[in-house]
C-alpha cells in the first residue's frame, strides 16, 4: 500500500495515477525534428502551414485544460480520463496515415485538445489522493515522470527520424500504457468525486496551511484568486526565461556554423536537469529551504549568463544544465502551491488547470514577444539575443523572489 497522508492507496492505483504523467509534455514532440525538412517532405508548404503546425495545437491545449479542470469538479472524472487517452491513441494512429500538411495540422490541433483534457488529472488527481509532505514528494515525482517521458522520447523520435517521415509518430503510441491502467482509477475518481468534508475538514481546507502565514484572505467562488493569480504569473515567465533553450539554441548554433548534434545535445541536458529535481525535491527543498525560488532563479540567472557572455560548446551546456535545474525545482513546488488555493480540496484540480495553463500559454507567445523586441531593437534572427533578454528579466525576477521570499508565491517551508 502506498501512503497518502489520507486513505492508503493501492499500488496499481498508484500507477495509474501516474501513468497520465508519460504524455502530458508530448504534444508536438514528433513533429519538432520535420520542421527543418517540411518543405521536402511537403513541397508547396507555407509559412503559414508551418505556424499552424507548432502554435496552434499549445494554443489549443490552454481552453481544454480550462474545461477539463471545470468537469473535473463533476461526477465524470472517469469518462475524461478515457475519452482524453481515447482520442490521444486515434491521433497517434492517424499520424501513420496522414497524407498531406493539413491533415498533419488537424490531427496535431485534436491531439492538443486531447492532452488539455488529461493535463490537468496528471497532478489534479495528485492533490486529490495526497496530503501534507506526501503530496509535496508526489509532485516532485509527478514532474520527474512527465520530463523523462519527454528526454526518452526525444531520443526515440530521433532514431525513428531516420526511417519514414512516419515513424515519429510513433511514440505518441505510449498512451496506450494509461489507457489499459485506468481501470485502476475507478476507486479513486469515485470517491474524490462522492467525498463530503467534516465540518473540521472543511474549516481546515479554508486557509491550507502553508498559506496561513500569509493571510488566505476571502475566498471568491471557492478559489484565493490572488493567490491563483500569483503562481500564474510566477510559472508563465519561468516558463518564458527558460522556454529560449529549446527555442532558440538551434539559430545560435547554426549561426556559429557548429555541428546540429550540439543542439540535441543541448536540448537534452537541459530536460534533463528539469526532471532531476523531481525526483530528489525532498534535498533540495530541505538544503534551499525558505530561499528555494530565489537560489533557482539565481542558477537560470547564470545558465543564461553563460549564453549571452561566453557561448562556447561547453559553457552552453553548463548553461543549459543551471536553466533546467532552476527551472525543474520550482515546476513541482508550483504545483503543489497551487493544490493549496482553493477552500474545497474538490476544486484543487480545477486551481491546477487555471496554473497549467500559464506554461502553455508562455510556449505559445515566447516567440511572438522575442520576435517583437527584435523588430524593435532592429536585431537580426540568431544570435544571443532571446538570452540576453531573459538574463535581463530573470536579474529582475531574482531581485523579486528575495525581497518577496516570504510572500505565498515564493516562500517555501524551512522544516
Known amino acids: 500500500m502506498i ?3 489520507k486513505t492508503p492507496m493501492t499500488l496499481m492505483t498508484y500507477c495509474a495515477i501516474m501513468s497520465i504523467s508519460l504524455i502530458v509534455n508530448l504534444p508536438g514532440l514528433a513533429v519538432t525534428p520535420m520542421l527543418g525538412t517540411l518543405e521536402k517532405i511537403f513541397p508547396h508548404t507555407t509559412q503559414l502551414e508551418e505556424q499552424l503546425l507548432t502554435a496552434l ?3 489549443l491545449i490552454i481552453p481544454f485544460i480550462l474545461m477539463s479542470g471545470k468537469l473535473s469538479m463533476t461526477r465524470h472524472k472517469m469518462s475524461i480520463i478515457i475519452g482524453g487517452l481515447v482520442l490521444f491513441t486515434a491521433c497517434a494512429v492517424a499520424y501513420m496515415f496522414a497524407p498531406s500538411m493539413g491533415w498533419l495540422i488537424v490531427i496535431s490541433c485534436l491531439l492538443g485538445c486531447a492532452a488539455g483534457l488529461l493535463i490537468p488529472f496528471s497532478t489534479g488527481l495528485i492533490a486529490d489522493t495526497f496530503t501534507g509532505d506526501y503530496r509535496m514528494k508526489q509532485m516532485g515525482i509527478q514532474s520527474g515522470i512527465s520530463n523523462s517521458a519527454l528526454v526518452v522520447a526525444t531520443f526515440v523520435v530521433g532514431w525513428l527520424s531516420h526511417g519514414n517521415w512516419h515513424l515519429p509518430f510513433a511514440v505518441y503510441l505510449v498512451c496506450l500504457i494509461p489507457l489499459l491502467l485506468t481501470f485502476g482509477l475507478r476507486k479513486v475518481t469515485s470517491q474524490t468525486s462522492d467525498s463530503t468534508e467534516t465540518p473540521s475538514a472543511a474549516a481546515d481546507a479554508k486557509c491550507p496551511e502553508p498559506a496561513k502565514a500569509h493571510n488566505c484572505g476571502k475566498a471568491v467562488g471557492g478559489f484565493y484568486v490572488g493567490k491563483i493569480w500569483a503562481l500564474i504569473g510566477v510559472y508563465f515567465f519561468i516558463t518564458f526565461a527558460s522556454i529560449s533553450i529549446s527555442y532558440y539554441c538551434p539559430f545560435l548554433i547554426e549561426k556559429k556554423d557548429w555541428s546540429a548534434s550540439l543542439s540535441g545535445t543541448i536540448t537534452a541536458i537541459y530536460f534533463l536537469f528539469i526532471l532531476l529535481p523531481g525526483y530528489f525535491l525532498p534535498f533540495f527543498m530541505k538544503v534551499l529551504k525558505g530561499n528555494t525560488f530565489f537560489w533557482s ?18 559553457t ?4 543549459a544544465a543551471l536553466v533546467g535545474l532552476g527551472y525543474g525545482i520550482c515546476q513541482p513546488v508550483i504545483y503543489d502551491k497551487a493544490s493549496q488555493c482553493v477552500d474545497n480540496e474538490k476544486k484543487a484540480t480545477m486551481a491546477l488547470a487555471f496554473v497549467l495553463s500559464a506554461n502553455y500559454l508562455a510556449i505559445v507567445v515566447s516567440p ?31 531581485v523579486i523572489t528575495f525581497t518577496m521570499r516570504k510572500k505565498f508565491a515564493f516562500s517555501v517551508s524551512e522544516k
Open 3 to 5: 501512503r497518502t497522508g
Open 57 to 59: 495545437p499549445n494554443l
Open 297 to 314: 532563479a539565481v542558477m537560470m540567472l547564470a545558465g543564461q549568463a553563460l549564453f549571452v557572455f561566453c557561448a562556447d560548446s561547453v
Open 316 to 319: 552552453m551546456c553548463i548553461g
Open 368 to 398: 511572438f514577444l522575442i520576435g517583437g523586441l527584435r523588430d524593435v531593437f532592429h536585431v537580426q534572427p540568431g544570435g544571443t539575443f532571446a538570452f540576453l533578454v531573459s538574463f535581463i528579466l530573470l536579474i529582475a525576477y531574482a
